[in-house]
């Protein structure tokens, strides 16, 4: 059975209890409603360590858009099947009441690459996500912390979080988990509906075949995505579409 725990005291008395048994400590942080995404960080973490913590917390801070944060799908029972599946030793579910004592008055803030693509359109997001990472890592202390590449800029602003503070955990990417079609998992495809979801895997067909960012914003405006921005940087093409009232993200290596 896994153990659900809330408070920070339990959770770091547990893993202090497992540094000095010399047991390895993996880390998945999510916002729950738990999908094969998920799934495959939980199964990466739970291959390469001796316990496997994963937290849910739906991170208010990171949220611009308060409709966004309501929105966002809770789904805990299926979210406790999967993690059980995967076998996670530890979920914790932290209060925000507790995460964010300091009323949210001490923020991480990076000056460049969280300042354009979602950071653009997103104001403060990426503040929110860098601080809840770095409270989280703080709490838990894992040896490696996993992070999927569909949230590519996330995961390079956490990697250059952790080395530019000089943190002892290894920040490992991992890849993205597509369905069928082609359509990359991520817990806002529960929002689609039904038309929209025949649309949404032009998305990444789109992003790899056009011959460049301006033509896959040109053919994904005719086939009726609110694009937000569609940009080539690193090798990769990075993209952000509105499809009614669901943003989605993704990116594929060019
Ligand atoms: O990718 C996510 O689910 C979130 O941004 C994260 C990393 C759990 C922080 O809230």
């Known amino acids: 059975m896994i153990r659900q725990v809330t408070s920070i005291d339990e959770i770091k008395y547990l893993t202090k209890t497992f540094h000095s048994k010399k047991k390895s400590v ?10 094969a995404g998920h799934e495959s960080l939980l199964k990466k973490s739970v291959s390469e360590n001796d316990i496997t913590v994963a937290s849910i917390f739906v991170n208010r801070t990171q ?8 929105n966002y799908p809770r789904t805990i029972e ?3 099947h999967v993690l059980e599946k995967a076998g996670v030793d530890i979920l914790f579910l932290p209060k925000y009441e507790e995460i964010y004592n300091d009323d949210y008055r001490y923020r991480v803030i990076e000056n460049s690459l969280s300042k354009i693509l979602c950071g653009s359109s997103r104001p403060g997001h990426f503040e929110g996500v860098l601080t809840i990472v770095l409270k989280l890592l703080n709490i838990v202390s894992p040896a490696k912390a996993y992070f999927g590449e569909k949230d590519y800029q996330q995961y390079l602003l956490i990697d250059g979080m952790c080395k530019a503070l000089f943190m002892d955990v290894e920040i490992i990417p991992c890849p993205t988990v597509r369905e069928k079609d082609g359509l990359a998992m991520s817990s806002r495809n529960l929002l689609l509906t039904s038309d929209e979801r025949k649309t949404a895997p032009n998305f990444s067909k789109v992003l790899r075949n056009a011959k460049s960012a301006a033509l896959a914003k040109a053919r994904l405006e005719e086939l009726g995505f609110k694009v937000d921005y569609v940009e080539d940087l690193y090798k990769r093409r990075f993209a952000a579409a509105f499809l009614g009232k669901v943003r989605l993200i993704d990116n594929v290596q060019i």
């Open 78 to 80: 299926n979210d406790l």
């Open 63 to 70: 949220f611009n858009d308060p409709d966004d944060y309501k």
């Open 26 to 35: 993996g880390f998945v942080p999510t916002m729950g409603a738990l999908h």
